[in-house]
């Protein structure tokens, strides 16, 4: 049976998507920068817990090469970078907070789970 060349072809869109925004951590990069406005390296990395520096580093230098983020480096000792959503990744926020919202009516059990960022911010 031959598969036809509408079933093989594939979304450049989606595959575009999924490999820019494809890595472990991306997502949350984003919305801890988005939406908590946590935006220096070691603050991220203390948010993400289980990454690695190197991971860390090698998804937002990703993310600031595809344009989503935008890196600010003070130029200081000791050393001072903060991360800011660029126009393209402001514009992806509406997704994202789509996706959140989608995901706290579909997977309850996660959403009612403490999130430690939050538990911090009430102390």
Same mark, same amino acid.
Not at 85 to 110: I, T
């Given at each position: 049976?031959?598969?036809? =060349?509408?079933?093989? $072809? ?17 997502? +949350?990069?984003?919305?801890?920068? *988005? ?7 070691? *603050?991220?990395? @203390?948010?993400?817990? +289980?990454?690695? =520096? ?17 890196? $600010? ?6 050393? @001072? ?19 959140? *919202?989608?995901?706290?009516? !579909?997977?309850? =059990? =996660?959403?009612? $789970?403490?999130?430690?960022? +939050? !538990?911090?911010?009430?102390?």
């Amino acid at each position: 049976m031959k598969k036809t =060349e509408a079933a093989v $072809q594939r979304c450049k869109t989606m595959s575009t998507l999924q490999k820019i925004l494809g890595g472990k951590w991306k997502l +949350e990069i984003l919305y801890y920068i *988005a939406f908590c406005d946590i935006r220096r390296f070691g *603050a991220l990395r @203390r948010q993400l817990g +289980e990454i690695t =520096e190197s991971s860390l580093t090698k998804q937002l230098r990703e993310l600031e090469a595809d344009g989503f983020l935008i890196r $600010q480096d003070f130029n200081e000792i000791p050393p @001072r970078v903060e991360y800011a959503l660029s126009d393209l990744g402001k514009s992806f926020m509406d997704v994202m907070s789509y996706m959140k *919202a989608w995901g706290e009516r !579909h997977f309850p =059990e =996660e959403a009612t $789970q403490l999130d430690p960022f +939050e !538990h911090r911010n009430k102390v």
